[in-house]
């Protein structure tokens, strides 16, 4: 089956200090998703890509669509112990096809005080 | 509104044993999904319900059943359950095949000894 290849695996970082996580995939994608997941709870949407190329943000939060559509980035600026968690992307293959959603092994962040 | 609900939230089980995992959502939604999450591996979805009355495969369907018992229920079985089962289970679902966004449970927790 796709696999997303999301990378780093876990990062440490202090309050105040940019992050950058990315997914890339050796097929294409029509939508990229960025999910965040607390401890103990289910995975919830920060940030939905449908376009190659295009660039959005969400507070403090900014993902890509790569233009190859193989790939997606986010950043997360000025981190907050809050931001602690596990960062999932997602890809879906094709427009409406429901089960075609493919999630990478995540990323795990801390942010240290 | 307490969008996507699962019981049990905890679960120990023997090798061999039956158990049903039960997902409820309150967002009239037409799609329902199960996946487990495994450490380092992301989401894999299990089965998955595009709407009520039909059931499809996901990526690793082997050892589960899975039941539509109506728009707002889809309840996931294990038969005989397995030590390769211990995971956490997420249920999720979304509005219809135009929308990518998935909502997901807080998931269960589940032992095989």
């Given amino acids: ?113 | 509104n307490a969008g996507v609900t699962q019981t049990p939230k905890f679960q120990v089980l023997k090798t061999g044993q039956s158990m049903t995992l039960q997902c409820a959502q309150d967002m009239n939604h037409n799609s329902m999904y199960w996946y487990r999450q495994d450490p380092g591996m992301g989401l894999r979805l299990i089965y998955y319900s595009a709407s009520e009355g039909t059931t499809d495969k996901g990526e690793v369907p082997n050892g589960y059943n899975v039941s539509r018992l109506n728009k707002r229920e889809f309840s996931l079985r294990l038969e005989s359950a397995a030590p390769s089962q211990t995971s956490v289970y997420f249920c999720a679902s979304l509005v219809g095949w135009y929308e990518e966004t998935q909502y997901f449970g807080p998931g269960t927790r589940l032992l095989v000894l």
């Fill in chain 1, 1 to 113: 089956g796709q696999q997303l290849n999301q990378s780093p695996q876990s990062m440490f970082i202090q309050e105040g200090e940019d992050v950058s996580m990315n997914c890339t995939s050796s097929s294409i994608f029509n939508t990229w998703l960025w999910y965040k997941q607390d401890p103990g709870e289910g995975p919830v949407l920060l940030i939905a890509l449908y376009k190659a190329g295009e660039l959005t943000s969400n507070g403090r939060l900014t993902a890509q669509f790569g233009i190859t559509r193989k790939d997606s980035f986010l950043n997360i600026s000025a981190s907050i112990p809050s931001d602690v968690g596990i960062y999932f992307c997602a890809g879906q293959s094709a427009p409406g096809s429901a089960r075609q959603l493919t999630f990478g092994s995540g990323t795990q962040l801390t942010v240290l005080p």
